[in-house]
C-alpha cells in the first residue's frame, strides 16, 4: 500500500462521505459544506494519482487540474451561499412582514 | 421532363390560397372567397390537363429530396387521378356552399384555410409516389381536419375533437408502425404496378403483421367496424365539412389507401397468397350490415348519413379486397359514385337545416312542398344509393355483385342485397314522408325568390344532376366507369 | 515514520469530514469545516503540491470558512430534529461504506507507477517560457482551461452580486475602533508585499495569480469587515476596469495568434514568459476582486432580536 | 484569411469578448455590444458549420501542443449542427428575454447568455474531456445565476435546487475522468477512445460519469429538481435550459459514450439506460397530463423528451446517432417555442393555469401557432423535426431487432399527443369572460414562432442536417 | 546526531509540550476568557519553539528567515483575533468572567 494509494482511498472515502451528505441533508448550508467536502475529496484523488510518478518529481498536469478544481468549487460554493443567504434574509422578512415590524431594516431593490 | 412540376402544381393550388386565406383579416370576406374560387379552378383545370395526359399514357412524377435513402414523390398515375378528379370536382362545390352556408359566422378565415389545407392533404394523399409520403400527407390530413371539426368551439364540438383525436391518432401510430416496419424490410416502398415488395416476400410473418398493422391504421379513417366510432361523433361539425370531409376526403383517404397497399405496396397476389384477403372482406361485409342496421335505429338525419356513410365506403373495401377484375371495378367505381351521391345527402341535409332548422328525420314530413328542388336532390341520392338503375349507385353494386360470384363468393350477393334493403329501409320513409305526407303545421313561405339561398342550392342540384348523369353515361370512356375499367386494366391485372 | 503520519492523515480526513456533517448546529459545522479544510492543505503538502496547498489554505478554507461563519449570521439556528438523526443514520453510513468501497476497489486496480504526463511537460518545458511545470501547464499548455475558469469567476460574481441587493452593502464608516484600525493598519503593506512575491516567484516556483488573488481578497476581506472599505459594487467604474482588465488582457492574448494565422493560445515563443507574467499580473486583481465580491459587507444591524448566536 | 479552424476559435471568442465588453460597458450599451457579438457568433457558428459540410472534420490544437499535454479541439458534423442550434435558438429565446424580463434584469441576463453561449460553443467543440468538466461547470453557474435574476423566493429556490444537484453530477463526472486520467495518461477523447480496455477503472469510471451527466441532463431517477427549477425560474431562462443548458451534458454523455465506452462495456448497460429513458417517457407524460398549471406540463414533458434521448444508449448505431441528435434539435427549437409561448400567455393574461389558454386562437394567433407546431413537433406528427428524429429511432430500433423501444417511442407520442392537444384545446374555446388581455410587444409574438417554424423547417427539410450529421460519424 | 540535532530536537520536544498543554488548557478552561489565555498564550510559544528548532535544521538562513516571518505573522494574527473574540464576547454576549467559584 504506498502512499498515494492512502491518499486517494481517504479521497474516495471523503467523496463518499460528501456525497451521501448532500443527498441526505435538508439544511442548504450543510448541503453545500458536504458538495465542498466531495470536492475536496475528488482533488485529493487527482493529486495522488500525481504523486504515483517513480522519478519522485510529481506530474504537473492534475497539480493544474486540481488549482482550477479548486475555484471552480470555490465559485459555485460562494454562489451557492449567496443564494442561501439571499433566501434566508427574504424568509425573514416574509416571516417579519406577517407580524408587524417594530422598525425594519434595508428592504429589497 | 416538362410534366414533373405538374402534380406539384396541383398541390400547391390549394396549399398556397391556404396560407394566403390564413393571413387574411375577418372582413375581406370578397378576396377570400375570390381566392378560393380561383385555387377552385385552377385546380380543375390542372386535375383535366393531367387526367388527358395520363389518358394519352404520358407519366408525371415529382421528386422532391427527404431523407438520403428516401424522396418525397408526387406522382400522378390513372388510379390517383380518380380521386384527384373526384376531390377537385366536390371541393369546387363544397366551396360554394360553404360560402353560402357560413354567410355570418365568425373565424371565417381560419375555417377556409384549413379547409384548402386540408383538400391539399388529400391531394397530397391521392399524388403520392410511396409509403412515405402517403404517410406525411395522411398525417396532415388529421392535423387540418381536427379544427374544421371543432370549429364552432361549443363543448360538444370538443368532445367531439377529442373523440376523432383519440381515434385518428392511435390509427396513424398503427400505420407508422407498418410502415416502418415495411421500410425496415425493404429499405424504401415505392408503389409500383402489382406490388413493391416482392423481393421480400419470404418473410411471411413480417409482411402479415404489417399488412394487419396497415389496414388498422387506415381501417380509423376508412371507419371500418370497430374503428368507426369517431364518425357519427363528428357529425357535431357545420355541414360542408361533414359533407366534403366525412363523405368525401377523409373517408375515402382511408379507403385510397387500403387500395394502395393491397395493389400497390403488396400486390394483389403476394395479398392473396397470405391468406389475409377473406378477412378483410368479412370485416367489409361486417361494416356494410352493422352501418345500415344502425342507420335505420339514427332519429338525426345527418346521423343517419353518417352511419350510411361508414357502410357505403365497407363497399369500396369490399370490392377492393375481392380476388377479381370485376369487384375491383365495381368497389373503385363505388368510390366516385358514393361520394357523389353522399355529398348530395349531406348537402340536402345542411339545406334542411339551415333553412327550416329541422334536424330530426320526424320532422321532414311534408317538407317536399316547401322545397321541392332539395328534396327533390335528395330523392335522386338515395335511390342510387339504394341502387335503383338509371343513377349510379345501382352500376357499383352491380359489378360488386358480378365480381363476388366470379371470385366464387356466393354470400357476398346476399350481404349486398340485404344491404341494398336495409338502404331503402332508411331512405324511402324518408323520400315518403317528404313528399306525400301533410307536415304538422304550414311551412312558412321563403323570404326569397328561390326555396334557398343560391349559392346552396345550386351545388346540391349540381352533384344530383352528376350522380344521375354518372349513372346514365357510365358506357362512355370519360365517365367514372370507363375511368375505372381504364385502371383496371392498366394496373390491376390480377 | 511518515508511514504513520501519511496514515493518520489520510484517516482522519474523512472522520473529520463525516464529523462536519454529522454535528447539528451549524456553526460548529462550519468550524469543524475550516478544520478539515486545514488539514486537507496539510494533505495537499504531504503530496508536495504546495501550489494547492497555497490556494487551498487561503481560498478553500480562509476565505470559504470566512464566507459560511459571516452567512451563519444571518440564517436561523434550525432547530436540531433528534427523530432525523436516529433514522438518517445507518442508511447514510451503508451507502457511503459501499461507494467507497466500489471507488476504493477502482483505485487499487489502477497502474502504481504510471508518471502521467510529467515527463511529456518536463520534455516541453522550456517552450513554454515558464520554469515551474505547474504554471508552464496551467498558463500554456492548457491555458484555454484557465481562460474558461476566469469566465467561470465573473460568472460567479456576477450571480453572487445580482443576488445580493445595493441596500444591504453597508456604506464604509472609518470609526475610531483603535484595535482594527491597527489590525488594518499593519497587515495590509505585508498582505501586498506577499501577493506581489507570490506572483513574481510563480515563474519558478509554487505561485501564480490565483494564489497571489487569494492573499489579496483576505486583505481585502479584513478591510470589509473591519468597515474600511465598501464591497466592489460593479456600477462604479474603477471596479468594473479592476475586474475586467484581466479577462480582456487574457481574451487579447488568447486571440492575437488568430490574425496572424496561428492557432488560439498559442503564445510566440521569445516572449511567452513575459506575456504570461503580465496576465497573471492582471489576472491576480481579477480574482481578488471576485472573491471581495463574494462578501456581502457585515450584515445590517438585525431589526427586532439583537445579539443573535 | 479565416480557416475553418479559425473560425472555431472565432466562435467561441467572439461571445466571451462580448460578454467581457457587455460588463464593461455597463448600463449604457449593453443591448448593442451583446447584438453586435450575437450576430458575429451567428456568423462564425454558421461559417463552421459550412466549412464541416464542405471539407469533413476539423481539428484543432489549442496553443500548438500535441494532444495528450495541450487541448485539442474536434468539429465533426455533430458538433456543427449543435453550434447551428444554439446559435439560432439562443438569441431568438433572448430577444424575446428582453421584454420579459424588466429593463433592470435584462442587463444581468445578456452578459450571463453571453457566457453561456460561449460555455456551449467551447462544450460542443472541445475533445478533452478536463475541458468539458469545466465548460459544463460554466454552464451551470451561468443557468443558476440565470435563474435567480429576478431575486424573486421561487427564483432563488430553483437556482438552490438546481446548483445542488448539479454540483454533485460536475463532481461525479471530475472523479470518472480522473479515473480515466489515473488509467490510461491523457485526457483527449480521441486517444481514450484508443486506449481504453474493459476493467474494474473503466467501469467504475464510465459509471460515475454516466451517473453524474444524468444528475444534470436530468435522466429519471435523478430528474427530481427539473419541474420545481422550471416552474421557478423565469420562462426565457427554463427556454434557455430546458432546450439548450440540458443539452449540453446529455451531448458530453453521447460523445463519451458512443465513441469512448460503447465498445468496451457490454450491451447490459446500454438496455438499462434505454429501460430509464422508457420510463422516463411514461413517468414524465403521465405527470404532464396531471398537471394544472401550464408552465409544469411542460415541464414534464421535458422529463419524457429527455427519455426518448436516452433510447439511443442501447442501439448504438449511427443512424441511431442521428436520430437522437435530430430529436435534440428539434426538441431544442420546439420546447424553446412552447416555453416562450407560454411565457407570453402569462404577460398577457396573467393566468397560470390550463385555462389560460382559453381564446387563444383569437387574441394572439401567433403565440397560439407557435404552440401548435411546437407541440406538434414535441408528439412527432409528420410536418415536424420530431417525426424525422422518430422516424429514424423506429428504423434503427426494427433494424437492431429490439422492438420494444418502438413501442416505448409510438405509446410516447401518443401520450404526448395527450397532454399537447389538452393544452391546445383550449385555444378554439370563446374568449372567456372578464379576461383582460394585456397586448404584448410583437417582437415577444414573433419569438416563439421563429423557434416554431424552425422545428417545422426541420421536418421538411431534412436531408441537409443528415447529411451535415453524416461527415465524421464513427460508426 | 551532531549537537544541532540536539538542540533542535530539544525545542521541537519543547515546542511540542507547550502545545499539548495550550490544548489541554482549552479544553479545561471554564470560561472563554481563560481558554483564550490557553490558546493565544502557550500555542504560540509552542509555535516559536517549533519554528525555531526547524529553523536549525533548515540549514540556509533563507529558509530559516522564512520560518521566523511564519511565526511572526502568526503572533500578529492571533493577538488581534484574541482580543476581537474577548470583545465581541464581553459586549455582544455580556458572558461574565469567572469569579473563580466552583459550581456544584
Known amino acids: ?109 | 421532363m416538362m410534366n414533373t412540376w405538374l402534380p406539384l402544381s396541383v398541390l400547391l393550388s390549394s396549399l398556397l390560397p391556404g396560407l394566403i386565406i390564413f393571413l387574411l383579416a375577418e372582413e375581406q370576406r370578397r378576396t377570400r372567397t375570390v381566392l378560393n374560387l380561383l385555387a377552385a379552378v385552377t385546380k380543375l383545370l390542372l386535375t383535366a390537363v393531367m387526367a388527358w395526359g395520363v389518358f394519352q399514357g404520358r407519366q408525371y412524377e415529382t421528386r422532391l429530396p427527404f431523407f438520403p435513402k428516401a424522396d418525397l414523390v408526387l406522382r400522378a398515375d390513372s388510379f390517383s387521378l380518380l380521386f384527384i378528379t373526384l376531390s377537385a370536382v366536390l371541393w369546387f362545390v363544397t366551396t360554394i356552399y360553404a360560402v353560402g352556408y357560413l354567410e355570418g359566422t365568425d373565424h371565417r378565415s381560419r375555417f377556409f384555410g384549413f379547409f384548402s389545407l386540408c383538400v391539399a392533404s388529400t391531394m397530397g394523399i391521392a399524388l403520392a409516389g410511396n409509403l412515405l409520403t402517403f404517410f406525411l400527407f395522411y398525417e396532415m390530413l388529421t392535423l387540418s381536419t381536427y379544427p374544421l371539426v371543432i370549429h364552432r368551439g361549443t363543448p360538444e364540438a370538443l368532445r367531439a375533437g377529442n373523440v376523432y383525436l383519440r381515434y385518428t391518432l392511435s390509427g396513424a401510430t398503427l400505420l407508422l408502425a407498418g410502415v416502418v416496419l415495411l421500410y425496415s424490410l425493404t429499405g424504401s416502398v415505392e408503389f409500383t404496378e402489382r406490388g413493391a415488395l416482392g423481393a421480400v416476400a419470404s418473410h411471411r410473418t413480417e409482411l402479415v403483421v404489417a399488412f394487419v398493422l396497415l389496414i388498422a391504421g387506415l381501417g380509423v379513417k376508412t371507419a371500418l367496424v370497430p374503428l368507426h366510432g369517431w364518425l357519427p361523433v363528428a357529425m357535431v361539425a357545420p355541414a360542408p365539412v361533414s359533407a366534403l370531409l366525412h363523405a368525401v376526403a377523409v373517408v375515402k383517404a382511408g379507403a385510397f389507401g387500403i387500395t394502395r397497399i393491397i395493389y400497390d405496396v403488396y400486390g394483389v397476389y403476394l395479398v392473396h397468397d397470405l391468406g389475409v384477403m377473406q378477412p378483410l372482406a368479412i370485416v367489409a361485409a361486417i361494416t356494410i350490415l352493422y352501418g345500415s342496421v344502425r342507420a335505420l335505429q339514427q332519429g338525426d338525419l345527418k346521423k343517419r348519413l353518417a352511419y350510411s356513410t361508414v357502410s357505403q365506403v365497407a363497399y369500396i373495401v369490399l370490392g377492393v379486397s375481392l380476388f377479381g377484375t370485376v369487384s375491383t371495378i365495381g368497389g373503385l367505381v363505388h368510390l366516385v359514385h358514393q361520394g357523389v351521391m353522399k355529398i348530395t345527402l349531406f348537402f340536402c341535409a345542411g339545406n334542411f337545416a339551415e333553412e327550416l332548422h329541422v334536424h330530426r328525420v320526424s320532422e321532414l314530413r311534408g317538407v317536399g312542398r316547401r322545397m321541392p328542388l332539395t328534396t327533390g336532390a335528395f330523392t335522386i341520392a338515395a335511390l342510387g344509393m339504394i341502387g335503383i338503375p338509371p343513377i349510379a349507385g345501382f352500376i357499383s353494386k352491380w359489378y360488386l355483385g358480378i365480381g363476388a360470384l366470379e371470385a366464387h363468393q356466393p354470400w357476398m350477393v346476399v350481404v349486398l342485397l340485404t344491404s341494398s334493403l336495409l338502404n331503402a329501409g332508411y331512405f324511402l320513409p324518408i323520400v315518403y314522408s317528404a313528399w306525400f305526407q301533410a307536415p304538422r303545421e304550414e311551412w312558412k313561405p321563403s323570404t326569397r325568390g328561390w326555396e334557398i339561398g343560391l349559392l346552396l342550392l345550386l351545388p346540391t342540384v349540381a352533384t344530383a344532376v352528376l350522380s344521375l348523369a354518372a349513372g346514365l353515361f357510365a358506357g362512355a370512356e370519360l365517365s367514372p366507369l370507363g375511368w375505372t375499367r381504364l385502371i383496371t386494366e392498366r394496373e390491376f391485372r390480377p | 515514520m511518515d508511514v504513520l503520519l501519511d496514515g493518520v492523515l489520510a484517516l482522519c480526513l474523512p472522520l473529520l469530514a463525516w464529523l462536519v456533517l454529522r454535528t447539528e448546529s451549524l456553526s460548529q459545522a462550519v468550524v469543524l469545516f475550516v478544520a478539515f479544510g486545514l488539514l486537507s492543505a496539510l494533505g495537499w503538502a504531504r503530496l508536495e503540491a504546495p501550489d494547492i496547498a497555497l490556494v487551498e489554505s487561503a481560498v478553500g478554507t480562509g476565505l470559504t470558512g470566512a464566507l459560511l461563519m459571516h452567512t451563519l449570521s444571518w440564517t436561523e439556528e434550525t432547530p436540531p430534529d433528534i427523530r432525523a438523526r436516529g433514522r438518517r443514520r445507518p442508511w447514510a453510513l451503508l451507502a457511503v461504506a459501499a461507494s467507497t468501497l466500489m471507488l476504493g476497489w477502482a483505485v487499487l486496480a489502477l497502474p502504481a507507477d504510471s508518471p502521467g504526463l510529467g515527463p511529456l511537460v518536463e520534455a516541453r518545458r522550456e517552450e513554454s517560457g515558464v520554469k515551474h511545470p505547474v504554471t508552464a501547464v496551467l498558463l500554456n499548455f492548457r491555458g484555454y482551461d484557465t481562460l474558461l475558469e476566469i469566465a467561470v469567476l465573473l460568472v460567479a460574481a456576477l450571480g453572487a452580486r445580482a443576488v445580493n441587493p445595493r441596500s444591504e452593502r453597508p456604506t464604509p464608516d472609518a470609526g475610531d475602533d483603535p484595535l482594527t484600525g491597527e489590525l488594518f493598519r499593519m497587515m495590509m503593506p505585508a498582505l501586498l508585499l506577499v501577493a506581489g512575491y507570490l506572483v513574481w516567484v510563480g515563474d519558478h516556483g509554487p505561485g501564480g495569480a490565483f494564489q497571489a488573488g487569494a492573499i489579496l481578497a483576505g486583505g481585502g476581506v479584513v478591510a470589509l469587515l473591519t468597515m474600511r472599505m465598501g464591497p466592489p459594487r460593479l456600477s462604479s467604474w474603477q471596479v468594473r476596469w479592476a475586474l475586467l482588465t484581466g479577462p480582456m488582457l487574457f481574451i487579447g492574448v488568447a486571440v492575437a495568434p488568430l490574425f496572424t494565422g496561428r492557432r488560439l493560445l498559442e503564445l510566440p515563443r521569445p516572449y511567452a514568459g513575459t506575456l504570461i507574467f503580465v496576465v497573471e499580473l492582471a489576472l491576480t486583481v481579477t480574482i481578488a476582486m471576485v472573491l471581495l465580491m463574494f462578501f456581502p459587507g457585515t450584515r445590517p444591524p438585525r431589526a427586532g432580536a439583537e445579539g443573535e448566536p | 484569411m479565416m480557416g475553418g479552424t479559425a473560425l472555431m476559435a472565432w466562435s467561441v471568442a467572439l461571445p466571451l469578448i462580448g460578454a467581457v465588453l457587455s460588463l464593461l460597458v455597463g448600463r449604457a450599451g449593453v443591448r448593442l455590444v451583446a447584438g453586435v457579438a450575437s450576430v458575429a457568433t451567428l456568423i462564425a457558428s454558421s461559417l463552421v458549420a459550412w466549412e464541416v459540410s464542405t471539407q469533413g472534420v476539423l481539428r484543432q490544437q489549442l496553443g500548438g501542443w500535441g494532444a495528450p499535454l495541450g487541448i485539442e479541439w474536434r468539429a465533426d458534423g455533430l458538433a456543427a449542427l449543435m453550434l447551428l442550434t444554439i446559435a439560432v435558438v439562443g438569441p431568438l429565446i433572448s430577444v424575446h428575454a428582453l421584454d420579459h424580463l424588466g429593463d433592470r434584469e435584462d442587463r444581468e441576463f445578456l452578459p450571463l447568455w453571453l457566457f453561456i453561449w460561449c460555455a456551449l460553443n467551447a462544450l460542443v467543440l472541445s475533445a478533452d474531456a478536463f475541458n468539458l468538466y469545466v465548460t459544463l461547470e460554466l454552464t451551470t453557474l451561468g443557468a443558476v445565476s440565470l435563474i435567480v435574476v429576478r431575486r424573486d423566493l421561487p427564483g432563488l429556490d430553483a437556482g438552490l435546487r438546481y446548483l445542488l444537484f448539479a454540483l454533485p453530477g460536475s463532481l461525479c463526472y471530475l472523479l470518472g475522468i480522473a479515473f480515466l486520467y489515473g488509467a490510461y495518461a491523457t485526457l483527449d477523447v480521441g486517444m481514450l477512445a484508443q486506449r481504453v480496455q474493459s476493467g474494474p477503472v473503466t467501469w467504475v469510471a464510465a459509471g460515475l460519469v454516466t451517473v453524474g451527466l444524468c444528475l444534470k441532463t436530468p435522466l429519471f431517477p435523478l430528474h427530481v429538481w427539473l419541474p420545481p427549477t422550471y416552474t421557478g425560474a423565469p420562462t426565457p431562462v427554463t427556454a434557455l435550459l430546458s432546450a439548450l443548458i440540458s443539452k449540453g451534458s446529455f451531448y458530453v454523455l453521447l460523445r463519451l459514450w458512443l465513441e469512448v465506452f460503447a465498445p468496451v462495456l457490454d450491451a447490459e448497460v446500454g438496455q438499462l439506460l434505454g429501460l430509464l429513458g422508457a420510463v422516463a417517457v411514461l413517468w414524465g407524460s403521465v405527470l404532464a397530463l396531471s398537471q394544472t398549471q401550464l408552465k409544469r406540463v411542460v415541464a414534464y414533458s421535458s422529463v419524457a423528451q429527455i427519455g426518448y434521448m436516452f433510447l439511443v444508449f442501447p442501439m448504438a448505431t449511427s443512424g441511431a446517432r442521428a436520430g437522437v441528435i435530430y430529436l435534440v434539435v428539434s426538441h431544442a427549437a420546439a420546447k424553446a417555442s412552447m416555453f416562450v409561448a407560454v411565457g407570453n400567455i402569462h404577460q398577457a393574461v396573467g393566468i397560470t393555469e390550463l385555462g389560460g389558454v382559453q381564446g387563444l386562437a383569437y387574441r394572439m394567433p401567433f403565440t397560439f401557432l407557435a404552440m401548435a407546431l411546437g407541440g406538434i413537433s414535441l408528439i412527432g406528427i409528420p410536418p415536424s423535426g420530431g417525426f424525422i428524429a422518430k422516424w429514424l429511432l423506429l428504423n434503427e430500433s426494427i433494424g437492431t431487432q429490439q422492438w420494444w423501444w418502438a413501442l416505448v417511442l409510438l405509446g410516447g407520442s401518443l401520450l404526448a399527443a395527450a397532454y399537447v392537444f389538452r393544452i391546445l384545446r383550449g385555444s378554439f374555446l370563446p374568449l372567456p369572460p372578464g379576461v383582460t388581455v394585456r397586448s404584448i410587444p410583437l417582437g415577444n409574438e414573433l419569438a416563439p414562432l421563429a423557434l416554431a417554424l424552425i422545428a417545422l423547417l426541420l421536418g421538411l427539410v431534412p436531408w441537409f442536417p443528415l447529411d451535415l450529421l453524416a461527415v465524421g460519424a464513427s460508426r | 546526531m551532531s549537537p544541532l540535532d540536539f538542540l533542535s530536537a530539544a525545542f521541537l520536544f519543547g515546542g511540542g509540550a507547550f502545545c499539548l498543554a495550550g490544548t489541554v488548557g482549552v479544553l479545561r478552561f471554564p470560561d472563554v476568557y481563560c481558554r483564550l489565555h490557553a490558546l493565544t498564550k502557550v500555542d504560540n510559544l509552542g509555535l516559536g519553539l517549533v519554528v525555531v528548532g526547524l529553523a536549525l535544521q533548515s540549514g540556509s538562513w533563507a529558509t530559516a528567515l522564512k520560518l521566523l516571518l511564519v511565526w511572526f505573522f502568526v503572533l500578529i494574527s492571533s493577538a488581534f483575533t484574541c482580543q476581537l473574540i474577548a470583545r465581541a464576547a464581553l459586549r455582544g454576549r455580556g458572558a461574565a468572567p469567572w469569579g473563580g467559584r466552583r459550581e456544584p
Open chain 1, 1 to 109: 500500500m504506498n502512499p498515494w494509494a492512502v491518499y486517494a482511498l481517504s479521497g474516495v472515502a471523503m467523496f463518499s462521505v460528501g456525497l451521501v451528505g448532500l443527498f441526505s441533508h435538508q439544511h442548504v448550508v450543510k448541503r453545500i459544506l458536504a458538495s465542498n467536502i466531495a470536492g475536496s475529496g475528488v482533488l485529493i484523488v487527482l493529486v495522488a494519482l500525481a504523486r504515483r510518478a517513480p522519478s519522485g518529481v510529481p506530474d504537473p498536469v492534475p497539480h493544474a487540474l486540481v488549482l482550477t478544481g479548486i475555484v471552480v468549487s470555490v465559485s459555485s460554493t460562494a454562489l451557492g451561499v449567496a443564494l442561501a443567504r439571499r433566501m434566508a434574509r427574504l424568509r425573514a422578512d416574509a416571516a417579519r412582514a406577517s407580524e408587524p415590524p417594530p422598525g425594519s431594516g434595508g428592504e429589497g431593490p
